[in-house]
């Protein structure tokens, strides 16, 4: 600060003159400028106070994900996903199987304190045999979002699930305070034009991380 601006800041403090502001763009949690944030729901933190807790009921309608980086993504599953419109509607209806999407409740692990979640696939109404599968945990913030904290790798699996037939997503807990967490599961059936939806499974879990 320059000595004139230093004088014409005391000389408004003596005055009782109110200072302007200056507002500073949000950064996400990547530390990028401009962020992918809006201003936060009725009820709900802003971006930079939220933290992880328990989803309370409602939550889900204006719910938002955003991936490992701090960025906005869509909601797994959605028709905003990259890929989702590759195929006109009239051509997917026609040629499109739905498989079985199988996945647990997020859970602690029998190993360690970590929660956990499983993927694994059945034929449902497909007819090959093999699927690439993956599962990923989001855990609920503050500012209702939905923060994807650990996925599996893609694993190429034959359909009936089972301890040789699954995916894992696993990561260490910060403490064992109450928070919501979601399993979803993503099923690729390898030679076949499948459905695109992801479900999940949503449950409370002692286990928080931030």
Known sequence: MTSAKRLLVSAALALGLALPTVTVAPVNAAGH???TQTAPA??????????PGVAPAGADRTAVYMGMDGEVIPRPGSADEPGAADQP???AAAFRCTPVSGRDNP?????GVAVSGHGWW????CSNNRAMVWN??????????????ACSPRKELAPG??????TVA????????????????DVDVIGEWDTAEQPYRQADVRCRVF
Not at 42 to 51: F, I, L, N, P, V
């Open 42 to 51: 009725r009820g709900y933190a802003s971006y930079g106070d939220a933290a």
């Open 89 to 91: 509607e009239e051509e």
């Open 33 to 35: 400028p401009g962020g």
């Open 170 to 185: 696993r990561h260490n807990c910060d403490n064992t305070a109450l928070t919501s967490w979601r399993n979803h599961v």
């Open 107 to 111: 859970h602690r692990s029998s190993t």
């Open 161 to 166: 699930g089972g301890s040789a037939n699954r």
């Open 122 to 125: 059945d034929k449902g109404t």
């Open 136 to 149: 990923c945990l989001y855990e609920w913030y503050t500012d209702n979002t939905w923060r994807r904290k």
